[in-house]
């Protein structure tokens, strides 16, 4: 059912029960190096191991668990090419219900391959956005699916909602900050409710790439900018915000910050040579803000949320050669 | 003091309380990816995640901590431009002894550099055996430092013995197969002495590159074979058998199995991608032998050694771009 108002404090904590037996709960992880390069206790949220390797399993079970007995019956639907739609085609799966991902022609082999591998029914369309949109509305017209946007549902952000929640609840000490990153804004607007319920002294920090900065422009003039051909390693991060992310991020984010690159590719080469973890570009974004300098961390007690682990080795090579 | 005997089961466990304070214990990762790749029961053991990023710091830590007091007074010394070194380096360290570590000239700069900030001294020789020999042999003269081999000691096999004994203490399941890299044999002798000591009906599999086989044929015709001018990515296990650990690995392993290059890539990047840790290469010739089917783990439990993640992701990346 179509959730049409703004998740509550009760409502994401009765999603974290309701998601539970279906995603991860993730380890928070400490790092002796990224303590000492920013003088503050830094708990690294790691999102990389949650199932499909991201966050999005979050929020596309919760959606999918929202729905009525008549609604599974024809499935769920929706476009992406990332992480969102393996992890509608795992919940789908896991409910005994069809998933149909509208994806580009275009898009990476693996990406799809992985999708089908979660049971999803792949319908390619030319890489525009008006093709999607159309093949998708054939879609539901065929099946009766219901839409599960990647990011601009209530049901969506209540799930990445959780876990901010999480979070909160393995560390002991009151944070200062959380850094998140944000694309659609999904994770960074679920994350801002979540401290605005359970920690509302905590500053939450959306992290952004320079070159795809439509959500720091946005925020800054409190205006929607959309994202226009942002090309950027982090990949995960290119969609505009959306009709309900953007108001929540306006209210309840502190600032957004801005990492150019070269930034996060030295990011990115330091989790994985200090932590030995894998973590995707986008998720190094937040720790190239965090370590950035650009907000004085000295002896503060800050969260990075690390959403996700899902590289194509072969195109980041690419970037570590140099 | 120099220690002369085998290790023995008290000794072993001895050796994992002393250095308890000063290494980690390491976790063991599950993943049903590779449960039902190999059809088995399959636990990581993830020394990746040890101080320094490997196996190395628990043997260097044991032998540091054995050192006389007087030992100590004048230091350690060691040749070594991989793990050993760094480990050695900070075990010194913590024991406010001096390192003294012989390296190539050509060593990679990341490798000199993270023993340097370990506070290893560095002394370079020209890239050859008996350069390498004479300039050990020189600051033994004149710092009267002990020389702590990388794998030919037994305080050091004492040491690596206590990643099998703690993972059989994490793992209440018995295990039917261990698999461990073998380089020197280091890792590979005390993991046999720990498993004769305690669990004796687990095989234990050593598992190398077809490209450095040294230790393949030496354990087959039970006749020393030293490492001639190995070619393989896994850069940790370019060394020969020592005088030690040679007729351990004859008497206490099961066998050893080899696989080719692209088998260790393969299996490196299937750690990567799914299990979001990063592993070098040497643990991914323990990886690729477990999974090769080359002995059948149907059913079976069975633990893996990710000796280490120290990776040269600059260099890693030519391997991934294919």
């Known amino acids: 059912m179509k959730q049409t108002t703004l998740p509550t404090k009760e409502s994401i904590i009765e999603a974290s029960k309701r998601i539970a037996p279906f995603v991860h709960r993730t380890p928070i992880l400490r790092s002796a190096f990224f303590d000492k390069k920013t003088n503050s206790s830094l708990f690294f949220k790691c999102e990389n191991f949650q199932k499909v390797g991201a966050f999005k399993s979050r929020g596309a079970t919760n959606a999918c668990?929202?729905?009525t007995s008549k609604e599974r019956k024809s499935g769920v639907t929706t476009h992406s090419s990332g992480n969102h739609a393996q992890a509608?085609?795992?919940?789908?799966?896991?409910?005994?219900?069809?998933?149909?991902?509208?994806?580009?022609?275009?898009?990476?082999?693996?990406?799809?391959?992985?999708?089908?591998?979660?049971?999803?029914?792949?319908?390619?369309?030319?890489?525009?956005l008006a093709a999607r949109e159309q093949?998708?509305?054939?879609?539901?017209?065929?099946t009766g699916a219901t839409v599960i946007h990647p990011y601009n549902d209530f049901r969506i952000i209540e799930g990445q909602a959780t876990a901010c929640l999480e979070l909160l609840s393995q560390t002991d000490e009151k944070l200062d900050y959380v850094f998140c990153p944000v694309g659609g804004?999904?994770?960074?607007?679920?994350?801002?409710?979540?401290?605005?319920?359970?920690?509302?002294?905590?500053k939450l920090i959306g992290c952004e790439p320079l070159?795809?900065?439509?959500?720091?422009?946005?925020?800054?003039?409190?205006?929607?900018?959309?994202?226009?051909?942002?090309?950027?390693?982090?990949?995960?991060?290119?969609?505009?915000?959306?009709?309900?992310?953007?108001?929540?991020?306006?209210n309840f984010v502190s600032d957004i910050i801005t990492v150019d690159e070269s930034e996060?590719?030295?990011?990115?080469?330091?989790?994985?040579?200090?932590?030995?973890?894998?973590?995707?570009?986008?998720?190094?974004?937040?720790?190239?803000?965090?370590i950035s300098g650009k907000i004085n961390l000295k002896n503060k007690k800050a969260a990075v949320i690390l959403s996700g682990g899902n590289v194509d080795l072969n195109q980041l090579a690419l970037f570590f050669n140099n």
């Not at 093949?135 to 065929?142: A, F, K, R």
């Not at 804004?185 to 905590?202: D, I, K, N, Q, W």
């Not at 959309?226 to 953007?246: M, Q, R, V």
């Open 185 to 202: 804004g999904g994770l960074l607007s679920g994350t801002a409710l979540a401290l605005a319920y359970f920690s509302p002294e905590t």
């Open 135 to 142: 093949t998708l509305q054939e879609i539901v017209e065929q």
């Open 65 to 67: 668990l929202l729905l």
């Open 211 to 250: 070159r795809a900065n439509d959500a720091k422009r946005s925020f800054d003039t409190k205006t929607f900018v959309p994202s226009e051909n942002p090309k950027t390693i982090a990949d995960g991060l290119l969609t505009s915000l959306g009709s309900l992310t953007f108001p929540i991020i306006c």
């Open 88 to 128: 509608l085609a795992r919940a789908a799966g896991i409910l005994d219900m069809k998933s149909y991902i509208v994806m580009p022609e275009t898009a990476a082999k693996i990406k799809v391959e992985a999708t089908r591998q979660y049971g999803g029914i792949i319908r390619f369309c030319k890489p525009t």
């Open 264 to 290: 996060i590719v030295d990011a990115l080469k330091l989790v994985w040579e200090r932590t030995k973890i894998i973590i995707e570009p986008s998720s190094a974004v937040a720790v190239a803000v965090a």
